[in-house]
Nanobody, 124 residues
Framework: QVKLVESGGGLVQPGGSTRLSCTAY????????LGWFRQAPGKEREGISCIGSDGHSITADSVKGRFTISIDIAKQTVHLQMNNVRPEDAGDYYC??????????????????WGQGTQVTVSS
């Protein structure tokens, strides 16, 4: 099974920056998709950004221009650079993996494996 290990996050000041990382272990395919989902208290899990191993990516309008997703193929690691963080960005961030490029999108059901989640708190 693929295993996802997340790191980063923590306490961030409004307007500040942080970077989340997720490394996928035991990946056997050259073609896959990695995504970031966020769940805030009392809200549904929502897709933030995702990227395929072919480099194609999509980003939610709510974070477009502030968050940037990138992938390091050699390290099988995806990063989410979060700039100009807002209070509404707070929540638990989950990394997700699919062994197919066709999963690119924000449907949680398209992803087969999930990270443990990392908390982002936005406070001054």
């Amino acid at each position: 099974q693929v295993k996802l290990v997340e790191s980063g996050g923590g306490l961030v000041q409004p307007g500040g920056s942080t970077r989340l990382s997720c490394t996928a272990y035991r990946v056997t395919s050259a073609y896959y998709t990695l995504g970031w989902f966020r769940q805030a208290p009392g809200k549904e899990r929502e897709g933030i950004s995702c990227i395929g191993s072919d480099g194609h990516s999509i980003t939610a309008d709510s974070v477009k221009g502030r968050f940037t997703i990138s992938i390091d193929i050699a390290k099988q690691t995806v990063h989410l650079q979060m700039n100009n963080v807002r209070p509404e960005d707070a929540g638990d961030y989950y990394c997700a993996f699919s062994p197919a490029l066709s999963a690119l999108g924000f449907s949680a059901r398209s992803y087969d494996y999930w990270g443990q989640g990392t908390q982002v708190t936005v406070s001054s």
